[in-house]
């Protein structure tokens, strides 16, 4: 069974920056860097919308709204993905869920999420 366990989230001050980590554990050794890795986010009130993604080629692609400011990364070795988000906005406050495909996306799997909180 695929679990993916955020963690990272709080409280922050406009300007500031936070680092989301996401680990996954249940899947077969090494089958980790095939897998394409993302980072949705969900704000009250709002669907659940992509952030950034990153493929098994190191590949990233980003939400235009975080551009230039957010970061996602992974290590293959520790099966863990990572979203450094700089320079936080109001707007910016979600909970953040980390997001799953293997190779032919057939399956979708998700964390719980963490609570991202951008205020002064």
């Known amino acids: 069974q695929v679990q993916l366990v955020e963690s990272g989230g709080g409280l922050v001050q406009p300007g500031g920056s936070l680092r989301l980590s996401c680990a996954a554990s249940g899947i077969i050794s090494g089958s980790f860097r095939v897998t394409r890795m993302g980072w949705y986010r969900q704000a009250p009130g709002s669907q659940r919308d992509l952030v950034a993604r990153i493929g098994s080629d190191g590949s990233a692609d980003y939400a235009d709204s975080v551009k230039g400011r957010f970061t996602i990364s992974r290590d293959n070795a520790k099966n863990t993905v990572y979203l450094q988000m700089d320079i936080l906005k109001p707007e910016d406050t979600a909970i953040y869920y980390c997001?799953?495909?293997?190779?032919?996306?057939?399956?979708?799997?998700w964390g719980k999420g963490t609570l991202v909180t951008v205020s002064s």
């Open positions: 997001n799953l495909v293997p190779p032919g996306g057939l399956v979708n799997y």
